[in-house]
């Protein structure tokens, strides 16, 4: 493999981010594919620590200018560049249909971005892809009309159900310069577009699995009985779809007979609120709030807890949870789950046979974790199935497969 030559353009919002593994994972499978790319990323990374796969990759990470003002000389030089180029017209027309409807400086810097992206690509570039079918999508397929080449996408939650309509058809619109493929995490997320394309064969549904490899084996766990501390963990960002403020609700809710703890690991910008609606519960020592850590943190913490939550909802903007890999992770250490039948969360656990699926009222959340607390020989065996169906239903290899031919396909012409 050459890393001076790479034939494919990977862009993504932010790289690296702790919150996003299964890019990484995604990415590092591909690289053992074969397949020679560089990274382009819209935004430098915030997070200060970093998980072990990011550093497993060898592709090349460059950076287009987060803003514009930051970079004037380089937008400027790559404005007049890519002037020249056969596809600028049509990627400037489409630009200024794309701003009227939305006329943001977001929309902006998204045309400034695509341009840098378009000149500073190798020349030996057949091919782009993007994470994220929004802002990501919106750069790369700006960029891909330049250069004239064909270009493909992942999208996962958010940038499917927050976007606007008319953006996502033009998207998947072959005849509007859309995207060869696209590939999406859920069924729910795959029918949705597959409904708002003109070719819905463009369309798959790619789960990102899990690669067991990078896991330690799942622990033989000492059950805890009734009537036993209960630990708690949840792993997410603290924002509104993540349902944080609802469990914190339930939690209030417990038996003062039951004697619980919660870990929450993930940061977010609602930690405050949240850390204040805890302390006028009156539960705020009951709560340790660990904010961002790296996979071996996460899964040392799931190994020594008694069940793991994520009560995903739908937010008030209509963003809302893919399939979390969080949930996979969990079910890897044979971690009792409790969570909601948003999305596609239902494509992985059936409730009542690989965890509890609660409705996110917070009566509901509570006596969801006291059924778990009172029943711990259904928790285990909850567990012990979700582990299972893990195993045969979702590891990496197969939607990596089929994303490799999507790649192939698209940088080969055919």
Not at 47 to 60: F, M, N, S, Y
Not at 95 to 106: F, K, S, V, Y
Not at 331 to 347: D, G, K, M, N
Not at 394 to 413: A, C, K, T, V
Request: glycine share 8%; net charge negative; aromatic share 8%.
């Amino acid at each position: 493999m050459s890393e001076h030559k790479p034939t494919l353009a990977v862009v993504v919002k932010g790289w690296p981010r702790l919150s996003e593994t299964f890019i990484a994972q995604e990415l590092v499978a591909l690289e053992a594919a074969g397949f020679d790319f560089e990274i382009w990323s819209l935004r430098h990374p915030t997070d200060v620590k970093r998980h072990p796969l990011h550093d497993r990759l060898q592709a090349a990470v460059r950076y287009l200018p987060e803003y514009l003002y930051q970079e004037p000389e380089r937008i400027w030089a790559a404005r007049e560049a890519v002037k020249q180029l056969p596809g600028y017209a049509e990627a400037y027309r489409i630009w200024r249909q794309d701003l009227r409807r939305d006329p943001t400086t977001n929309r902006i810097r998204r045309f400034g971005q695509a341009c840098v992206l378009a000149h500073e690509l190798p020349a030996e570039t057949q091919g782009l892809y993007a994470h994220f079918l929004h802002t990501p999508a919106s750069v790369t397929r700006y960029a891909a009309i330049m250069r004239g080449l064909p270009w493909g996408f992942s999208a996962h939650a958010k940038d499917i159900w927050t976007s606007p309509d008319w953006d996502i058809r033009e998207k998947l619109d072959p005849a509007q310069n859309g995207a060869h493929f696209g590939a999406t995490c859920t069924g729910f997320g795959a029918r949705h577009l597959q409904e708002m394309s003109t070719d819905p064969s463009r369309i798959d549904l790619i789960y990102h699995g899990l690669d067991l490899t990078r896991f330690p084996e799942a622990p033989d766990r000492v059950w805890r009985k009734a009537g036993d501390p209960l630990t708690l963990l949840s792993v997410g960002r603290l924002v509104e779809k993540k349902g944080f403020d609802r469990l914190i609700d339930a939690l209030a809710l417990l038996p003062a007979t039951l004697d619980w703890h919660w870990v929450h690991i993930g940061g977010g910008g609602l930690k405050d609120l949240m850390q204040g609606m805890a302390e006028d519960a009156g539960i705020a020592d009951r709560i340790t709030w660990r904010g961002a850590c790296d996979q071996p943190e996460v899964i040392s913490a799931m190994r020594d807890s008694d069940l793991f939550v994520l009560p995903s909802r739908v937010a008030a903007d209509g963003d809302r949870d893919g399939l979390p890999n969080v949930l996979m992770e969990a079910a890897s250490q044979r971690l009792p789950i409790l969570s909601t039948p948003v999305s596609a969360i239902p494509e992985f656990i059936n409730s009542g046979e690989h965890g509890i699926l609660s409705n996110d009222d917070p009566a509901d959340l509570s006596a969801a974790i006291r059924q778990i607390a009172d029943h711990p020989e259904d928790a285990a065996r909850m567990a012990e199935a979700a582990l299972n169906r893990l195993r045969q239903d979702f590891g990496m290899d197969p939607g990596i497969q089929r994303l490799s031919e999507r790649l192939s396909n698209m940088l080969s012409g055919s």
